[in-house]
């Protein structure tokens, strides 16, 4: 008698097994949801912020705290400013749960995008966190005091370059992501990978002018959402624990 043949598992048993325990698992499916509408919300939120900011219709990069002082004043600033800081986080996990699903074929466009935008996110939490101080100084002190502190924070010196460089992981992490996405069509359509490439590309090019900023948030919005409607309506057939995902 075969022993081995009767009583080892195949592997095809082994896989139909991993799938239905995925499947029975319900932070498998909480994950998905919070993961969808992570990828709604927080482009949604960081197109307001950047349309509510008073430098939107100027379409220029802004370097003089003397401007940036009277920004500072404009509710418009401090919510955009506010807005993003708290999207963080759901930045983070949209961009994170699309490296877990093209991961199974593009394994490592998926680490490489991964390490990105992890580390971007938490240096970029640094750099908003700083933007964030210049608010409660702008709003605290006198304009004549306030000027050269911003003015100092603004242009970063010494050790606070690595916060300022740093934080390009969030545009080069998203911009790996969504090739990976763009070459994984079981995941989504190929427009969606090229449209989320083309919003990073504009946000990269075009960091820091909200008016043109604003549309490269809106092609990412587009892209990711087959991805976002696929995870909420639960049609993975598949989640990914180093298996690809299907898209349906």
């Known amino acids: ?63 003089s ?27 983070l996990i949209m961009w994170v ?23 971007g996110c938490i240096f970029m939490a640094g750099t908003f966190a700083s933007a964030m101080a210049e608010g409660m100084i702008g709003l605290t002190f006198p304009k004549e005091q306030a000027i050269p502190v911003i003015q100092l924070m603004m242009d970063s010196p010494g050790w606070m370059q690595i916060t300022k460089w740093g934080q390009l992981g969030i545009l080069l992490g998203p911009m790996v992501l969504s090739i990976g996405l763009a070459l994984s069509p079981k995941v989504a359509p190929r427009w969606a990978g090229v449209l989320a490439i083309l919003g990073n590309l504009i946000i990269a090019v075009f960091i820091d002018i909200d008016g043109i900023m604003f549309w490269g948030e809106l092609l990412i919005l587009i892209g990711l959402w087959p991805v976002a409607m696929t995870l909420l309506k639960g049609k993975w057939s598949v989640s990914s624990l180093g298996t690809e995902p299907v898209y349906a």
Do not use: C
Not at 14 to 39: Q, T, Y
Not at 47 to 63: C, G
């Open 65 to 91: 705290a003397v401007i940036q002082f009277d920004y500072i004043q404009d509710t418009g600033w401090q919510v955009g400013h506010a807005l993003v800081y708290l999207t963080i986080p759901l930045v």
């Open 97 to 119: 749960r699309l490296a877990n699903l093209i991961g199974g074929r593009r394994p490592w466009l998926a680490t490489a995008g991964w390490f990105l935008t992890v580390a």
């Open 1 to 63: 008698m075969n022993t081995k043949s009767r009583y080892s598992v195949s592997e095809e048993t082994k896989g139909s097994l991993e799938m239905n325990s995925e499947k029975a698992n319900p932070f498998n499916r909480v994950k998905d949801v919070i993961s969808g509408i992570s990828m709604i919300v927080a482009p949604i939120a960081t197109m307001i912020a950047f349309y509510i900011h008073p430098q939107f219709w100027t379409f220029k990069r802004e370097s």
